[in-house]
């Protein structure tokens, strides 16, 4: 069964600084997709990355960067000089790939409040 | 704008009632997925499509039914409501058949049951 673990339930920092939002996932697939979307209070859901399991490279993207560690099953994100814009709850989510029968997985979400 | 459509924007009914969610994938999507967001549960698979055959169920109760039909739209029926379906529904869409693609979510519809 595939699950997603994100512990931090709410952070907090102050404008400009940086902040991690932890995932750690389980599955016994040796193939399989990772994801992280971002709700902000508006309500919807837009998506920000997608990343295989054969990838290890971080990947930035402006203020944003991704940390795949496959040995510690975590896929961390980062965003660099946080801003208020950024406040948000942030998903991590997982699926192996297949023919369409298995659901996508998120975890709980990390809300995050930047101060300004 | 993710191009996804879900109407209406808000829904308050009563406890027995039957609802119906419309939502309208991206132009090109096949598939179809809808989810529940509840405080409690958090981001629940129900159900998804793909031109407009079922594909995967998820926790979705029996008095909720779905069904995607040939122009690709897709409409969520909820009925015999009770107070705990109160949550934020969301559809997405995707290219493809397989979840590994990432999925387009819409603005949600927002069901308060009362």
């Known amino acids: 069964a595939q699950k997603v673990t994100q512990a931090q339930t709410e952070i907090s920092v102050v404008e400009k600084e940086d902040v991690t939002l932890d995932c750690v996932y389980e599955?016994?697939?040796?193939?399989?997709?990772l994801f992280w979307y971002k709700q902000p209070p508006s309500g919807e859901l837009v998506f920000l990355i997608r990343?295989?399991?054969?990838?290890?490279q971080n990947e930035i993207s402006g203020r944003y960067s991704w940390n795949f560690q496959k040995s510690t099953s975590s896929f961390n994100f980062t965003i660099t000089a946080s801003q208020v814009v950024d406040s948000a709850v942030y998903f991590c989510?997982?699926?192996?790939?297949?023919?369409?029968?298995?659901?996508?997985?998120f975890g709980k979400g990390t809300r995050l409040s930047v101060i300004a | 704008d993710s191009g996804v459509t879900q109407t209406p924007k808000h829904l308050i009914t009563a406890t027995g009632q039957r609802v119906t969610l419309r939502c309208s994938p991206r132009?090109?999507?096949?598939?179809v997925y809808w989810y529940q967001q509840s405080l409690d549960q958090g981001l629940q698979f129900l159900i998804h499509?793909?031109?407009?055959?079922?594909?995967a169920k998820g926790n979705i109760l029996e008095r909720f039914s779905a069904q995607q039909f040939p122009d690709l739209h897709s409409e969520l029926n909820l009925s015999s409501l009770e107070l705990g379906d109160s949550a934020l529904y969301f559809c997405?869409?995707?290219?493809?058949?397989?979840?590994?693609?990432?999925?387009?979510f819409g603005p949600g519809t927002r069901l308060t049951v009362t």
């Open positions: 499509y793909y031109n407009g055959e079922e594909r």
């Open positions: 997405a869409s995707s290219v493809a058949l397989a979840e590994t693609y990432e999925q387009y």
């Open positions: 599955t016994r697939d040796t193939t399989y997709y």
């Open positions: 990343r295989n399991s054969f990838d290890e």
């Open positions: 989510a997982l699926t192996p790939p297949n023919s369409g029968n298995t659901p996508l997985v």
């Open positions: 132009s090109g999507d096949l598939s």
